[in-house]
């Protein structure tokens, strides 16, 4: 029971092939069984696949399994194709567009499974690319937000710079008035005369100034911070909303980038391994000598070819001769008097009822 469906996995004829020896069943179960695994080995690694874009077991297991069919009857149709003939050239030229076709196969199946055999290093990949890009896209958002914090930033400096420039005003104000009092400088008489009660006005003045601009920069100053504050939190805010896109970055053309960053030996060691499960059945038709079932099926459709040839010619002589009996038969016709007198006398009406008609239309026109 297991050999015939082996059997029926290769392609090849059953009814042939229970003609022929065990040895040459036992062939044919052998290249069918590769086929059958093949497609089990395909379904696996598509399901893995699709599992990484649809992320759910259900869709992954059923497009899985419509891709494994897929590549069975693929692989089916490729071996059942190939026919032994006298030559092994002819035989290789029949095959290069199929083992062309294999090769195709035999990379779409070992990806998935590369990726699934090198999952914790494609993780490891990914998360330095997670990271980078993370880092990238803080700096590409501080960019949006950097020009008015600094702006901000400079304009507080500006302002208490203004209120030091003023307090240092005062101070030597004070220091003045201070001096004049003590006789030490200005018109260096000890006590608290008329100008020292000007320079002490004039203290007072900018003292009320500074006072004044305290108040008014400071004011400025906290609205100027609470920008600095808004603006920081926007940037957080932007910053957490774009980092679950940065987080998601983990689909399946991520993966296969980040296996392609991995050292190329390991993979290209699992690619050949597929390439030979792959190819195997279309070499083993080619390097296997003629057999029983071979010789059975050539004989089969040089037969069908003979009986198709002869109907041919048959058909051909058919319409040859039945040709050459229509053409006797209208000679023949062709010199009775009676048919030739009939024809002449319609003719002759034919051309009188042209005539008036001609007669007519003329006469109209004038």
Not at 91 to 106: F, G, H
Not at 120 to 128: A, D, G, M, R, S
Not at 206 to 219: C, G, H, I, Q, V
Request: aromatic residues 10%; proline residues 3%; charged residues 25%.
């Amino acid at each position: 029971m297991l050999q015939r469906f082996f059997i029926f996995c290769s392609g090849a004829d059953t009814a042939i092939l229970d003609e022929c020896s065990p040895g040459e069943r036992t062939k044919y179960a052998g290249i069918g069984a590769t086929v059958f695994f093949t497609a089990i080995m395909a379904t696996i690694a598509a399901a893995y696949a699709l599992f990484t874009v649809f992320d759910s077991y259900f869709s992954a297991i059923f497009f899985g399994i419509i891709w494994g069919l897929l590549i069975f009857n693929l692989d089916r149709f490729i071996v059942s194709t190939i026919k032994k003939r006298n030559n092994f050239f002819d035989e290789l030229i029949q095959a290069s567009p199929r083992i062309v076709l294999a090769i195709i196969i035999a990379i779409v199946i070992s990806k998935p499974l590369e990726m699934k055999i090198f999952e914790k290093e494609i993780n490891q990949v990914l998360l330095t690319e997670k990271n980078e890009m993370t880092l990238a896209n803080k700096d590409q958002l501080a960019l949006q937000y950097t020009p008015s914090v600094n702006a901000l930033e400079a304009e507080i400096a500006a302002l208490k710079k203004e209120i030091t420039d003023k307090e240092a005003e005062v101070n030597a104000l004070y220091n003045t008035y201070i001096a004049e009092a003590e006789g030490t400088a200005g018109t260096q008489k000890l006590g608290k005369g008329p100008v020292y009660k000007e320079k002490r006005e004039k203290h007072d003045a900018e003292l009320a100034a500074l006072t004044e601009l305290k108040k008014t920069n400071e004011e400025k100053i906290v609205a100027a911070e609470a920008q600095i504050a808004t603006l920081a939190t926007e940037y957080q805010t932007k910053v957490a909303e774009t980092q679950p896109v940065i987080d998601g970055f983990d689909g399946l053309m991520a993966r296969v980038n980040a296996l392609n960053k991995l050292p190329l030996l390991p993979s290209l060691f699992i690619f050949l391994l597929f390439l030979a499960i792959e190819t195997s059945p279309i070499l083993a038709k080619l390097l296997s000598p003629k057999g029983a079932y071979d010789l059975k099926l050539e004989e089969q459709e040089s037969a069908l070819k003979s009986w198709v040839t002869q109907q041919k010619a048959q058909r051909d002589v058919l319409v040859t001769t039945d040709r050459n009996i229509n053409n006797r038969v209208y000679a023949d016709i062709a010199e009775e008097q009676e048919l030739y007198d009939y024809k002449r006398k319609k003719a002759r009406e034919l051309m009188q009822m042209q005539a008036d008609a001609f007669y007519k239309k003329q006469k109209s026109v004038l």
